[in-house]
């Protein structure tokens, strides 16, 4: 079950109260609340796919973080990552790996 989401409100809430509302309330309240249409395990790892390919590692590791409360494995993640080296790159792989070592560990 996926867990309420304040991260936009946390982070942004001053700054840009609307865009921290759509991601609270409608990203991840919303979007991801539809587990009977496809898991949080499911939408980590295509989630974990489209950050890894467009390089955006800080979101990459939150995640990351996130795939694993979803029951990632860090074989499963290192799979990913090996998988989509060969689309996406081989220096994306790399800082993705070393990402994968913090949230994970050796």
């Known amino acids: ?6 991260a936009g409100r946390d982070n942004l809430g001053k700054l840009a109260p609307q ?9 991840f309240g919303e979007v991801w609340s539809r587990e009977s249409a496809l898991s949080l ?3 980590s790892m295509i989630t974990i796919a489209c950050l890894m390919t467009s390089g955006d590692f800080p979101q990459l ?3 990351f973080k996130m795939g694993k ?18 689309y996406a ?4 792989a790399w800082s993705a790996m070393a990402l994968i070592k913090e949230v994970y560990g050796e």
């Open 19 to 27: 865009f921290a509302a759509l991601n609270d309330d409608v990203l």
């Open 89 to 92: 790159g081989w220096p994306k």
């Open 1 to 6: 079950m996926a867990v309420k989401q304040t």
């Open 69 to 86: 409360d979803h029951g990632i494995s860090k074989d499963e993640a290192v799979e990913i990552v090996t998988h989509l080296a060969f």
């Open 61 to 63: 590791k939150a995640h």
């Open 41 to 43: 395990h499911d939408r």
